[in-house]
Nanobody, 116 residues
Framework: QVQLVESGGGLVQPGGSLRLSCVASPIIANIYAMGWYRQAPGKQRELVASITSGGSTMYADSVKGRFTISRDNAKNTVYLQMNNQKTENTAVYYC??????????WGKGTLVTVSS
């Protein structure tokens, strides 16, 4: 049973930075892409950023230039560096992983609260 475990969430002030991490355990052999989604209160879950095994990245327009996704393929770990935080970034952030065969996995989520 694959588990995605997120860490790094918490309270941050507007303009501040936070780094999320997600580790897949056990290691997923044929992983294609990993990424981060978020769900704010009363809203649908949305893609924040994703990265393929080859390093191609995709970002939501609202986070371009402020968030950076990266991964360590050997460790099946994906990171999300979030800079210049805004209050509208408050949400539960979920890690997602997709295998080449289309099977996907979700973490349980980590709460990020942006507030002064």
């Amino acid at each position: 049973q694959v588990q995605l475990v997120e860490s790094g969430g918490g309270l941050v002030q507007p303009g501040g930075s936070l780094r999320l991490s997600c580790v897949a355990s056990p290691i997923i052999a044929n992983i294609y892409a990993m990424g981060w989604y978020r769900q704010a209160p009363g809203k649908q879950r949305e893609l924040v950023a994703s990265i393929t095994s080859g390093g191609s990245t995709m970002y939501a327009d609202s986070v371009k230039g402020r968030f950076t996704i990266s991964r360590d393929n050997a460790k099946n770990t994906v990171y999300l560096q979030m800079n210049n935080q805004k209050t509208e970034n408050t949400a539960v952030y979920y890690c997602h992983a997709e295998e080449l065969n289309g099977m996907d996995y979700w973490g349980k989520g980590t709460l990020v609260t942006v507030s002064s």
